[in-house]
């Protein structure tokens, strides 16, 4: 089965430009989380979705983060305008409701924003 | 609110030698606990869980860790270390699996030959 897969794997841009990361869950998966990892403060939440509907925006650092799940397979993160502490790897994961809260991770799309 | 505290954010063993990472949590309800490990470059991947039942959990390449109430920890231990085991490990709670995990800072392992 396939797993949880992101694009891009990596995205080098300039100050300003908009990005936009994206997601495609494991198939029957009911939730879907944003994380960021950087090395100064680890692993961070951003967001996260149950049946497509975001629960908890909490971790969204600021306006110019959004994320949508139009549909059940698929999710994006966007950055209007980044900025260059942005720089981060940005995961995309996906759960099952009943399964012990076990995450299925993917393998990241790594920004560097300059 | 849960939280996490992974004691040592590096360690560093010889080749066949025991693995001993630290983790202690914090959480106002019985919790679910995760360690996970990340490679270089790659996302992370489950090694093993408690959720309930028996304290003393397996998981794979060898590892194990066991849930201390008493002690609000879950230590991850392999009793050899291989070359191939170098990577940065995570520990995680979740307020019974319905919340978010909320993991540790993690902690890098550098396996000496």
């Known amino acids: 089965d396939a797993g949880v897969i992101q694009s891009p794997r990596h995205e080098v841009t300039e100050m300003g430009q908009e990005v936009t990361l994206r997601c495609k869950p494991i198939?029957?998966?009911?939730?879907l989380f944003w994380y960021r990892q950087t090395m100064m403060r680890g692993l961070e939440l951003l967001i996260y979705?149950?049946?497509?509907?975001?629960i908890d925006d909490s971790g969204m650092p600021e306006d110019r983060f959004s994320a949508k799940m139009p549909n059940a397979s698929f999710s994006t993160l966007k950055i209007q305008p980044s900025e260059p502490r942005d720089s981060a790897v940005y995961f995309c994961?996906?759960?099952?409701w009943g399964s012990g809260g076990e995450l299925f991770f993917g393998e990241g799309s790594r920004l560097t924003v300059l | 609110a849960q939280s996490v505290t992974q004691l040592g954010s590096h360690v560093s063993v010889s080749e066949g030698a025991l693995v001993l990472l630290r983790c202690n949590y914090s959480?106002?309800?019985?919790?679910?606990l995760f360690w996970y490990v990340q490679y270089p470059n790659q996302g992370l991947q489950l090694l093993l869980k408690y959720t309930t039942g028996a304290t003393l959990v397996k998981g794979i390449n060898g590892f194990e860790a066991e849930f201390k109430k008493s002690e609000t920890s879950f230590h991850l231990t392999k009793p050899s270390a291989h070359m191939s085991d170098a990577a940065e490990y995570f520990c995680a709670v979740s307020d019974r699996g319905n919340t978010p995990l909320v993991f540790g800072k993690g902690t890098r392992l550098s396996v000496i030959a």
């Open positions: 959480s106002s309800v019985p919790p679910y």
């Open positions: 198939s029957g998966h009911d939730y």
């Open positions: 994961a996906s759960s099952l």
């Open positions: 979705f149950n049946n497509n509907v975001p």
